[in-house]
T-cell receptor, first 114, second 117 residues
Framework: TQLLEQSPQFLSIQEGENLTVYCNSS?????LQWYRQEPGEGPVLLVT?????EVKKLKRLTFQFGDARKDSSLHITAAQPGDTGLYLC??????????????FGRGTSLIVHP | GAGVSQSPRYKVTKRGQDVALRCDPI?????LYWYRQALGQGPEFLTY????????KSGLPNDRFSAERPEGSISTLTIQRTEQRDSAMYRC???????????????FGPGTRLTVL
């Protein structure tokens, strides 16, 4: 089983601050996805990264896939209360063959105070 | 809307009873996944289907748990002889096709909150 460790587990910050959350593994993934889950809702996909070293930007969110495709980071600039939620990373194993079972991390719970 | 729906949204049952949780995926989505999610944590894989075929059930905790998707659309997760430790949020997700490339997106349902007394 490939494990994804997310850190920090909890983050409570003020509006306007910057933050970075991390997703790490000892295993290689062929791709990695980031989801955001708001209270009472299901996770919603934010981005997929595929290539080692890849950087993707989504407004104030910057996602990076590590060169070795074992880790990823999410950086949020000037956080807003609407960014509050549980941030989940999910990795796709490299040799999934005909099946695809994503491995989810435990998540980073972010609260942005106005 | 045309999203993934689940029913019931909340289920309270007594220990020892059987429960059936339903998932209605997005129309045309081939793959359907079942997860269990503890509060504030990531989804834990239970099982998944492509069309009506159960591809992997390695995440089902024990033989009291089963799932089916007989016509390749709606799926039912059944828990027999429920125990208190089964209490959790059960979510399903659907996607176009699980093995079609890395950009495959899962669309999650709102979940069924199961409480076993």
């Amino acid at each position: 089983t490939q494990l994804l460790e997310q850190s920090p587990q909890f983050l409570s910050i003020q509006e306007g601050e910057n933050l970075t959350v991390y997703c790490n593994s000892s295993s290689v993934f062929s791709s990695l996805q980031w989801y955001r889950q708001e209270p009472g809702e299901g996770p919603v996909l934010l981005v997929t990264v595929v290539t080692g070293g890849e950087v993707k930007k989504l407004k104030r969110l910057t996602f990076q896939f590590g060169d070795a495709r074992k880790d990823s980071s999410l950086h949020i600039t000037a956080a807003q209360p609407g960014d509050t939620g549980l941030y989940l990373c999910a990795g796709r194993p490299p040799s999934s063959g005909g099946s695809y079972i994503p491995t989810f991390g435990r998540g980073t719970s972010l609260i942005v105070h106005p | 809307g045309a999203g993934v729906s689940q029913s019931p949204r909340y289920k309270v049952t007594k220990r020892g009873q059987d429960v059936a949780l339903r998932c209605d995926p997005i129309s045309g989505h081939v793959s359907l996944y079942w997860y269990r999610q503890a509060l504030g944590q990531g989804p834990e894989f239970l099982t998944y289907f492509n069309y009506e075929a159960q591809q992997d059930k390695s995440g089902l905790p024990n033989d009291r748990f089963s799932a089916e998707r007989p016509e390749g659309s709606i799926s039912t997760l059944t828990i027999q002889r429920t125990e208190q430790r089964d209490s959790a949020m059960y979510r399903c997700a659907s996607s176009l096709m699980g093995r079609q490339g890395p950009y495959n997106e899962q669309f999650f349902g709102p979940g069924t909150r199961l409480t076993v007394l």
